[in-house]
């Protein structure tokens, strides 16, 4: 995702590097470090997640799972047909084709039974054990970065500054939507409402509760936390959210690509990257509007 952090340093030496007006420096070093960290991490967890899932394609509501419960509401796998094998994806029941995708997937005449296909896991081949200490490593990095990162903001203000929304951009919500909706975005300093929601949901609700769902399925923190199984309504729930969570990061991924490529990739990249972007002209910035992506 694009940097969370509003980071115009008046004390960075680059700062003022530049004599265009409409060029700002608004990524910190820590900002665009801590970033691109997030990304690489959430990529590799999501592809060996996705090999750890394979393993049991099944999602289930309650404490118990199996033969004897009926449970189930999210279920991937492959059934006989008239036609030959095919794969199928049950959600809450409704059953879908999805042959070549889900459930039955490969190389014509290698077809095999696997939830996720191939190309969409690491490893490719089924390697349960070598996901999970993928999966692990990532999700290390990923929980110290943030931790990191909600103290500091917490201590130079940033979370009060530039990620709690105020009354005014409350009020500036409608307007936001219809802008988005209509891709007319403003290039500004601040973040508008839409974004500050958008990423504080994500640092503050998906990303926690992604951490907290995936200590609650390890067996060696049972013993540690007894009480977040419990909280969770049972380890085959907090999986079940876990999942959940993970498809909500993507669509917000998606969403964000999406945007950033509406607003203008090559000012989004090099912000992102070197720190610098581009504003609107000062005759054209409205202190109102929102800036894009």
Do not use: C
Request: hydrophobic share 45%; aromatic share 12%; net charge positive.
């Amino acid at each position: 995702m694009e940097s969370v952090a509003r980071s115009q340093s008046a004390a960075d030496p680059g700062a003022s590097a530049s004599n265009d007006k409409t060029l700002i420096y608004r990524q910190s070093r820590w900002t665009r470090l801590t970033h691109w960290l997030w990304a690489i991490s959430l990529f590799f967890m999501l592809l060996s997640g996705l090999q750890i899932f394979n393993a049991r394609p099944q999602l289930y509501i309650g404490k118990q799972s199996g033969f004897d419960y009926n449970n189930t509401i999210f279920a991937i796998g492959a059934e006989n047909s008239d036609a030959g094998p095919r794969g199928y994806t049950e959600i809450f029941g409704k059953r879908f084709n999805t042959t070549g995708v889900l459930g039955w997937s490969g190389p014509a005449g290698q077809e095999t039974s696997r939830a996720f296909p191939s190309w969409a896991t690491i490893p490719s081949y089924y390697d349960l054990g070598t996901a999970r200490v993928i999966h692990f490593f990532f999700a290390w990095i990923l929980t110290t970065t943030l931790i990191v990162w909600l103290v500091a903001s917490i201590v130079n203000g940033h979370i009060r500054r530039d990620l709690a929304p105020r009354l005014d951009d409350l009020k500036r919500l409608p307007q936001d939507i219809v802008d988005h909706a209509k891709l007319k975005f403003h290039h500004t300093r601040e973040y508008n409402t839409l974004q500050k929601m958008a990423y504080g949901g994500v640092l503050f609700v998906l990303l926690p509760l992604m951490i907290i769902t995936g200590l609650a399925m390890s067996p060696s923190m049972n013993s540690v936390l007894p009480f977040l199984n419990d909280l969770l309504g049972g380890r085959q729930t907090a999986r079940t959210i876990h999942f959940t969570v993970m498809v909500l990061l993507v669509a917000f991924f998606v969403v964000h690509i999406l945007m950033i490529l509406a607003a203008g990739p090559i000012n989004e990249l090099r912000s992102i990257i070197t720190g610098w972007y581009r504003t609107d002209p000062p005759a054209q910035n409205d202190n109102t509007a929102e800036r894009s992506a």
